[in-house]
């Protein structure tokens, strides 16, 4: 399973870092995504990053602000968020990208082992 953590609140500007620790779950060959959930809205792709190769790709919504690592050795997900914008604050949520479904993908249906989300608000 997946553990997401690290959220709170925020002002604009500010940085924060989200991890999300996984358990349980292989991780070789697949990757590791974030999503994010504003209230009435859908869920978003936000990043992903490649387990093994450490390769990541990002939202254009916050390319250049967020950097997405991992530590294999601690089983670890690790989103930095710099320059926090309000349109940033959502329940933010990290899943397995599946094997076999194409890299790049930004489909939350191509994306599983859901852990629960982490709450990022972000004031102005």
């Known amino acids: 399973q997946l553990q997401a953590s690290g959220g709170g609140l925020v002002q604009a500007g500010d940085s924060l870092r989200l991890s999300c620790a996984a358990s349980?779950?292989?991780?070789?060959?697949?990757?590791l995504g974030w999503f994010r959930q504003a209230p009435g809205k859908e869920r978003e792709f936000v990043a992903a990053?490649?387990?093994?190769?450490?390769?990541?790709y990002y939202a254009d919504s916050v390319k250049g602000r967020f950097i997405l690592t991992r530590d294999i050795a601690k089983s670890t997900a690790f989103l930095e968020m710099n320059s926090l914008k309000p349109e940033d604050t959502a329940v933010y949520y990290c899943?397995?990208?599946?094997?076999?479904?194409?890299?790049?993908?930004?489909?939350?249906?191509?994306?599983?082992?859901w852990g629960r989300g982490t709450q990022v608000t972000v004031s102005s």
């Open positions: 349980g779950v292989w991780l070789n060959y697949v990757g």
């Open positions: 990053v490649g387990w093994s190769s450490g390769a990541s």
């Open positions: 899943a397995v990208h599946i094997l076999g479904r194409r890299w790049g993908t930004t489909r939350t249906t191509d994306f599983r082992s």
